[in-house]
Structure formats: structure tokens, C-alpha cells
């Protein structure tokens, strides 16, 4: 489940708000060159998804298990690991308009400055998860 909070940045001093992990129906990534982030919905990944629930022991999570009992009993394609997952999702995710490559591990950074030296807001810290 993914959360969100405020930050500021220990370069510039600059104050933002940190969209940060996936939820039980879409994953993040973000650039590697400026921090652009990007939701990707599993339904836009079709089989990419299928194949890496196939290859689960259990469900993705509470709120999708129905289906995901439907995907590993009925789906036919070949499973995939957490690790072939990863990686076809980053293929799948492409570039950004800056050059960069959408990664999963990719840092935040400050959206003025570009430095991924920030910290939480303790002016503004809060934090909710979102889906």
C-alpha cells in the first residue's frame, strides 16, 4: 500500500508532497534521471500481471484475493517471479520524456532541485495511505 507525506528537501529547502509505493490494484515506479512518478494500473499490464499472479502462493493482497484465486486456477500462461516481474514491468513502464528509465527502486527527488536528499516535513508531517 503506498502513503503519502510531506517532505523538504535538505539542498534547497523547497516543501512537497511524496507519493511513495503502489496499492492493491497499481504499481509505481519513477524516473531515474528527475523523479517523475508514474502509476501504472494492472489492468494496462494484462498478461504481465496474470503471469506474476499465477506464480504467487496466495493472493496479492486482501482486496484483490477473489480474483487472484480466479488468475492461478484458471489462467494458462507461464508464472513469472517477483524478479522477471520487476523487470518487465520497468520494460513495460519505458522512459520518461527527460531521458530517464521508470524504475521501481528509482529515489524521490525534489521537484525543484532534483536532489534526493530530503527528509519528512516535521512542519507538515502526515502521512496516509492511499489505493
Do not use: W
Not at 500500500?1 to 510531506?6: A, D, F, I, P, V
Not at 522512459?95 to 512542519?123: K, M, N, Q, W, Y
Amino acid at each position: 500500500m503506498g502513503s503519502e507525506y510531506g517532505a523538504r528537501c535538505r539542498k534547497c529547502g523547497k516543501k512537497f508532497i511524496v507519493q511513495d509505493g503502489g496499492g492493491f490494484t497499481f504499481v509505481q515506479v519513477r524516473c531515474d534521471k528527475c523523479g517523475h512518478g508514474r502509476f501504472i494500473d494492472f489492468r494496462d499490464m494484462g498478461e504481465l500481471h496474470n503471469r506474476y499472479i499465477k506464480g504467487l502462493s496466495g493472493s496479492y493482497s486482501i482486496a484483490t484475493a477473489q480474483h487472484d484465486k480466479h488468475v492461478q486456477e484458471n489462467y494458462a500462461g507461464e508464472p513469472l517471479t517477483e524478479e522477471e516481474y520487476h523487470k518487465l514491468i520497468e520494460g513495460f513502464a519505458g522512459r520518461h520524456s527527460c531521458g530517464g528509465h521508470f524504475r521501481l527502486d528509482a529515489p524521490v527527488r525534489c521537484i525543484d532541485c532534483g536532489s534526493t536528499d530530503i527528509e519528512a516535513d516535521e512542519e507538515s508531517r502526515y502521512g496516509c495511505c492511499y489505493d
